[in-house]
């Protein structure tokens, strides 16, 4: 891994990790990974994957991730209904 970096957005703070791989031709492939998160409550907001091939100007999104959680009306009915 070569960097780690954060980000400060608003009502969002957004982590980078960077690292170089190589491809199954012996390519170089710069890859990034944004992880955002809520501060207030420390739970991740999205996740997104990017790739970069050498002679690329910029990194190309590759996937995304977006978290939805259970509020706690659904998390009490989980929990009935597990109950013995």
């Known amino acids: 891994m070569t960097s780690n970096e954060f980000i400060a957005?608003?009502?969002?703070?957004?982590?980078?990790?960077?690292?170089?791989?190589?491809s199954s031709a012996g390519h170089k492939v710069f890859n990034k990974w944004r992880v955002l998160v809520d501060p207030k409550t420390c739970l991740l907001k999205k996740t997104e994957y990017y790739t970069k091939k050498v002679g690329d100007s910029k990194y190309t999104l590759s996937s995304?991730?977006?978290?939805?959680?259970?509020?706690?009306?659904?998390?009490?009915?989980?929990?009935?209904?597990a109950s013995f």
């Open 64 to 81: 995304t991730m977006t978290a939805q959680y259970l509020s706690n009306a659904e998390i009490e009915a989980v929990i009935q209904e």
């Open 9 to 22: 957005a608003g009502d969002t703070a957004i982590y980078e990790l960077t690292w170089i791989d190589k």
